[in-house]
């Protein structure tokens, strides 16, 4: 079955549940958890053959032979329990909640969409593009608001191709959402390097990527994104649900490739590990950065700097003007051209992103030794809207390349 075929039968599926109440959100989430355990009943079977990290009695098999209020109340517990386990089955099933309203639309999601088919079976390429399609359309719905964890995947695939990772380079996304810059590098090193060896693959399954995310409810989908598209496993589970920018984790990496969130809000209630509750702060004070602001982009420029190894690259959507201000604006800016070759500036068009009226550029830069001089001699803009570049200095001056 092709990826346009099972995104279809899905997401018909989720316009029955609509007229249950159910959203767009709230379906793509029950799908996750109901996913990940059909495919750890698969993987005990040939030719996997391996032991599932489900605890008996909780399993897929537990549900599929169960109806009505019976399924009902164990799908509940199945949730509970599941939730309290940690690493991967943690980070997916941690706070889940049933949120059907009829066990006969339950047990016909269980019995006729996804025991049908063989889902490790499946291609990645499959899979992880159904599920991706599904994230898609449920960023597509302003109502729910999910669009602001989606960066739309051309842009990301733009990025990607000119920043090129390499096979055994690390890549980060701080602020990951649904994995979009992560998956896309690694289908990038994996399509330009069809002659990987087995230690190479390993690596980019296990010791390539890592996301941080904010939200638990993403972040879970994140999680399954990545899993779906052969990236983690139970042992290794490249996000974190954090706020990025309370620390330096201390990781080092060769890209970062981020959309940040835009706009600042008041302090928020995060539940991370283990139910640990913290704040999201306004002002971060860190040593490893130049100045302290309450300017959250401004904090995520500074913050994906620490995250980069010497030479690494980095590629950041941020608001327009967003270092042309001044106080925290300026003393950013000024250290960044200072220890930073910020050597491209990439306009992008209004309308580009799900929320609407945004207008961001995405800034690329490498991480640089210290140096009595500035990194930065020339900064190139490229405005595909009017189909110019500029030097920072806005004389005109040949285009580098397409951006």
């Known amino acids: 079955m092709n990826t346009a075929t099972i995104v279809q039968k899905l997401w018909n599926y989720c316009n029955v549940l609509r007229d249950d109440g ?10 996750t958890y109901l996913l990940f355990l059909k495919m750890a009943d698969e993987r005990t079977r040939a030719p996997y053959n391996q032991p599932s990290p489900v605890l008996p009695g909780y399993d897929w098999e537990s549900l599929r032979w169960r109806d009505g209020d019976v399924l009902f109340d164990h799908y509940r517990h199945v949730l509970e329990q599941l939730g309290n386990e940690k690493g991967l089955l943690g980070l997916i099933f941690g706070k889940a909640q049933n949120k059907f309203q009829d066990p006969v639309k339950l047990r016909r999601l269980i019995v006729d969409l996804i025991d049908k088919e063989n889902w490790s079976a499946m291609s990645a390429d499959v899979k992880g593009d159904a599920y991706e399609g599904l994230l898609e359309k449920n960023a597509q719905d302003t109502k729910s608001g999910a669009g602001q964890y989606f960066t739309p995947r051309p842009l990301i695939q733009a990025i990607v191709d000119v920043m090129a990772p390499r096979p055994g380079e690390t890549v980060c996304d701080p602020a990951c ?7 896309a590098a690694h289908d990038y090193v994996v399509k330009h390097n069809p002659n990987l060896t087995r230690d190479q693959r390993r690596k980019l399954k296990e010791e390539s990527f890592k996301g941080w995310e904010l939200v638990q409810a993403t972040a879970r989908l994140c999680a399954m994104n990545m899993l779906l598209h052969g990236i983690g496993s139970q042992d290794f589970e490249p996000i974190v649900v954090a706020d990025s920018l309370a620390a330096d984790p201390g990781d080092r990496f060769d890209l970062v490739l981020t959309n940040p969130p835009f706009g ?3 302090s928020t209630t995060i539940v991370g590990e283990e139910g640990k509750v913290s704040k999201e702060r306004d002002i971060v004070e860190r040593g490893d950065f130049w100045t302290t602001t309450s300017n959250k982009q401004l904090n995520f420029v500074q913050h994906v700097k ?22 925290a604006g300026e003393t950013i800016r000024r250290k960044l051209l200072h220890d930073c070759d910020v050597h491209t500036l990439l306009r992008l068009p209004t309308g580009l992103f799900y929320a609407q009226g945004v207008k961001a550029n995405v800034l690329f830069f490498d991480k640089k030794p210290a140096s009595e001089t500035p990194w930065t001699r020339k900064l190139w803009i490229y405005d595909p809207a009017h189909q110019q570049a500029f030097h920072a200095q806005d004389r005109p001056a040949p285009a580098r390349g397409s951006g």
């Open 22 to 31: 159910m959203s767009y959100g709230d379906y793509v989430e029950q799908l």
């Open 177 to 183: 959402g649904t994995g979009g810059f992560l998956l």
């Open 264 to 266: 600042k809000k008041s």
């Open 306 to 327: 620490t995250l980069l190894k010497q030479n690494g690259r980095a590629a950041v959507v941020v608001p327009d003007n967003v270092l042309f201000e001044g106080g």
